[in-house]
């Protein structure tokens, strides 16, 4: 993609995310984790700039989303055998619907870092698409709360829990399924919930035990990360992070437009971005770094392919954000860095706090600010700027998993116990 043709791509994504009062989604309407609200708030407190607070019952790491006048979350019990649905006012925090939708009777083993309630729904007009991975995914009616389709026969063993949050395309809901046993991405019918195609992962990992049998390791095949869909010469491309490996699809039809092997690295759970006429990859735990891949390829590809790749402070868990020319990341210990988007030269690395935490979050742009929160409750708000500047950090009792969702000129976070809404 010509540089030209990327950046009126990227604004008009920019343009509409600021027009929609809705954060329907992961990351926010265009999935990248901006909004152009100009009068968030700067700094806040336990005791100052809280329009509301409400508590949230079970343990769930999924962000909100906002539809209209209604906040929707998922939650699940501690044990994973009750999974549950949350929606609250959007002006208010009164509870309009709160109800246990699933009974699953032998939960799968869920790490004690994640949670059985990890995957943030999507929304769209009149409907709300939402996951807990292969136990269920469900299409709910906004206004009466019904259930209009529903899948619990999506197969997959998460190993770890799920993660990947589902996303929409035209008349699709597409989803990532990484697991111990097997490895794909489904687009169901956002009208019925059928299946409309499945492609498998072309790359499988397994190893070989001291008997030079095959055996396979659920962490070398496990992956979190949520899709996400850009447009390259006119056309969508759908990137997608898997175990061992990083791809493109075709969104229509499944189709493996290329892919690029990193066998060091596994568990990716950053959503991937595409800008500048290129895919943007965290490549997860292990050997992990940076992968900046030409998206206009095809085929399995090599070094030669790859417009520059980094390795010190490459976030694990919190995604990138891009900010006209420059990326911007924050690793899992709180390290920020700026780089140029295109040649990959580091702006700059500085450490947002002596003790700044850690990071699962993901950051968000607003009027020229990075907002972050960390797992003990703090929030850093930086200029995304080529000078580094620390402008607030902001602490509440609880920290987040979640990352935040924006509507109008309020924040709305969810801590591990609370949802707030934070506004001047």
């Not at 050997?287 to 694990?316: C, F, M, T």
């Not at 899992?332 to 700026?338: E, K, T, V």
């Amino acid at each position: 993609m010509r540089p030209a043709i990327s950046l009126l791509f990227s604004l008009a994504l920019l343009s509409t995310a600021g027009a929609a009062p809705d954060w329907p989604q992961f990351r926010g309407p265009a999935g990248n984790g901006h909004c152009n609200a100009k009068n968030l708030p700067l700094e806040w407190s336990e005791s100052d700039g809280i329009k509301w607070k409400v508590a949230v019952h079970g343990r769930a790491w999924s962000s909100p989303v906002i539809l209209g006048s209604q906040v929707w979350m998922t939650s699940a019990t501690e044990d994973g055998k009750e999974l549950s649905l949350i929606v609250v006012d959007k002006a208010t925090g009164r509870t309009l619907f709160d109800k246990k939708l699933y009974d699953v009777e032998t939960p799968q083993f869920a790490h004690r870092f994640n949670s059985y309630a990890s995957p943030t729904p999507a929304a769209e007009n009149g409907r709300v698409y939402v996951t807990w991975g292969s136990p269920a995914t469900a299409c709910l009616d906004a206004k009466t709360f019904k259930i209009l389709w529903e899948r619990r026969d999506l197969v997959c063993d998460h190993f770890r829990g799920a993660g990947s949050s589902p996303i929409l395309f035209e008349n699709l809901l597409i989803m990532n399924h990484d697991g111990a046993d097997t490895q794909y991405v489904i687009a169901l019918d956002k009208r019925t919930g059928k299946t409309v195609w499945q492609t498998h992962r072309s790359v499988d990992y397994q190893d070989l035990t001291p008997e030079g049998k095959p055996y396979r390791d659920g962490d070398m095949r496990k992956a979190f990360s949520t899709p996400h869909i850009g447009e390259l010469d006119g056309k969508p491309i759908l990137l997608s992070s898997g175990a061992k490996a990083h791809y493109a699809y075709d969104p229509r039809d499944g189709r493996e437009l290329w892919r690029v092997d990193h066998p060091d690295q596994h568990s990716a759970s950053t959503r991937p971005l595409l800008a500048h006429g290129l895919a943007y990859f965290p490549t997860g735990f292990g050997k992990g770094e940076l992968i900046v891949v030409r998206a206009d390829r095809s085929g399995a590809l090599a070094a030669k392919d790859l417009a520059w790749h980094e390795k010190r402070s490459i976030p694990k868990k919190p995604s990138l954000l891009m900010v006209n020319d420059l990326l911007f990341m924050v690793d899992d210990g709180g390290i920020a860095s700026c780089y140029e988007a295109v040649s990959g030269k580091l702006v700059w690395q500085e450490r947002l706090a002596q003790r700044a935490g850690n990071f699962s979050a993901s950051p968000l742009l607003a009027d020229g600010r990075i907002y972050i929160s960390n797992e003990e409750g703090n929030t850093y708000v930086f200029a995304a700027d080529r000078e580094f500047k620390l402008l607030a950090t902001n602490a509440l009792e609880s920290g987040c998993m979640a990352s935040p969702a924006i509507s109008e000129n309020a924040i709305f976070l969810r801590t591990k116990t609370h949802l707030y809404r934070i506004e001047k």
